[in-house]
């Protein structure tokens, strides 16, 4: 009764918490789905940007009200393309927070291959106050990054945008280099244009710097120089702390898979102890295994057996339940302990022992067959399954053979 009252009470159960889990589980399918598709709209969008900048505004617009409910993912990716869109449509930028904010969260997590580009626009949007310092330093993090996730076209823009910064300072040998920079990056991917405004801007600052009066831009430069030099010394600390925690964790793996080297060679020994002992435990074990080895027969013969036996075997007859017993007894006269052997190696059946009996009688497989109504390979099977029961897998029938005449 109480496991009549158990089932229907978990039937009942389950039967309440089943919505549950089926509403749950369609609304983490739609939220998975409703985020992909955001991700999908984004990345067709960031394609808009460099085709119609201001068709790509539009689009973002109308997105805005659906971010609300956006992955976290998916809101700096529509952050990093609105001030994308918001640099190629020309609009006036008043502050890098939001676009710091987005770099921020590449640099913690996120798509780590977007980081670069993040940086780069804060780089855009400093460089669009005139705070050509902090411009620098987000334009030198985005070249530092790794080289597969700065694209030839993104170096060719940092390149041109540093350009213009030193420009700015009346520093033109510098604006030059990074004109020609970006120049070399361009024809990397064929952009015609752009290398056309790169020899364009050489030779119009080249010019500038013809004209322009003898004046000392020392001050300059070494302000710019000094932006350079925190950078690269913050940037070295940072590789230096990633190098040492690389290195830590290396240790650790070291450590662990030593320690598990250990366990697995200790497991093992264990195995083969074990394995020693259980053969140690075994009656004679050694004396067997040598007396098997060398197949030492110690024969048996009584003629009233024999002439049973042959009579029998000639007759393709069985023997019967009286003439095993009268069988087993002559032999146990001559060989007291050889049941007791057989059976502290080995539980056997009764065919299984009868067949040791005839095999010590010296009696061939084809003829135990007949005796036994079995059939010659069962015979075969039989004498194998014994050895290698008995010798932990090892060995053949014949070599069972020898074992059952040496005991």
């Excluded at 823009?157 to 540093?162: D, L, P």
């Excluded at 322009?212 to 120089?225: G, P």
């Excluded at 010394?233 to 898979?257: D, G, M, P």
Aim: glycine residues 2%; proline residues 2%; contains cysteine.
């Amino acid at each position: 009764m109480k496991h009549m009252i158990d089932r229907t009470c978990r039937y009942w159960t389950m039967r309440m918490l089943m919505p549950v889990i089926i509403i749950a589980g369609i609304c983490v399918i739609v939220s998975c789905g409703h985020d992909n598709v955001i991700e999908a709209e984004l990345v067709s969008v960031d394609s808009l940007i460099y085709e119609d900048a201001d068709s790509a505004a539009v689009v973002l617009a109308k997105m805005k009200p659906r971010m609300t409910d956006a992955s976290e993912a998916a809101r700096n990716y529509y952050n990093l393309l609105m001030v994308k869109t918001d640099d190629k449509t020309k609009h006036t930028h008043s502050s890098d927070s939001l676009i710091c904010a987005v770099a921020e969260y590449y640099e913690q997590q996120g798509d780590r291959h977007l980081l670069p580009e993040a940086y780069y626009y804060v780089g855009r949007v400093n460089s669009s106050c005139h705070n050509g310092e902090k411009a620098l330093l987000y334009f030198q993090r985005a070249l530092c990054e790794d080289s597969t996730q700065v694209s030839p076209y993104l170096k060719s823009r940092i390149y041109a945008q540093m350009g213009v910064i030193y420009l700015r300072n009346n520093l033109y040998d510098e604006a030059i280099n990074m004109d020609n920079l970006s120049y070399y990056y361009c024809k990397q991917i064929g952009d015609t244009t752009s290398m056309r405004y790169c020899e364009e801007n050489v030779r119009a600052i080249r010019n500038l710097a013809s004209k322009a009066d003898s004046v000392d831009n020392s001050d300059r430069a070494l302000v710019l120089q000094n932006v350079n030099s925190k950078f690269k010394s913050q940037y070295l600390a940072k590789r230096n702390n990633e190098l040492q925690e690389k290195n830590t964790e290396t240790r650790h793996l070291i450590l662990v898979i030593g320690v598990c080297a250990v366990a697995v060679i200790a497991f093992v020994w264990y195995l083969l102890q074990r394995r020693k002992a259980k053969l140690a435990s075994t009656p004679d074990a050694s004396v067997e295994t040598t007396e098997h080895a060398s197949a030492v027969s110690r024969q048996f013969y009584d003629a009233d057996v024999n002439q049973l036996l042959t009579t029998h075997i000639s007759d393709d007859k069985v023997l019967k339940p009286s003439e095993w017993k009268m069988v087993e007894a002559r032999l146990l006269d001559s060989f007291p302990d050889f049941r007791e052997k057989l059976f502290s190696l080995y539980n056997l059946s009764e065919t299984e022992y009868r067949i040791c009996i005839l095999i010590k009688l010296g009696i061939s497989p084809t003829n135990i067959a007949k005796l036994t109504a079995t059939g010659k390979s069962s015979v075969s099977q039989s004498r194998l399954r014994m050895q290698q029961k008995v010798f932990n897998g090892e060995g053949t029938a014949q070599d069972w053979d020898n074992f059952i005449m040496s005991i």
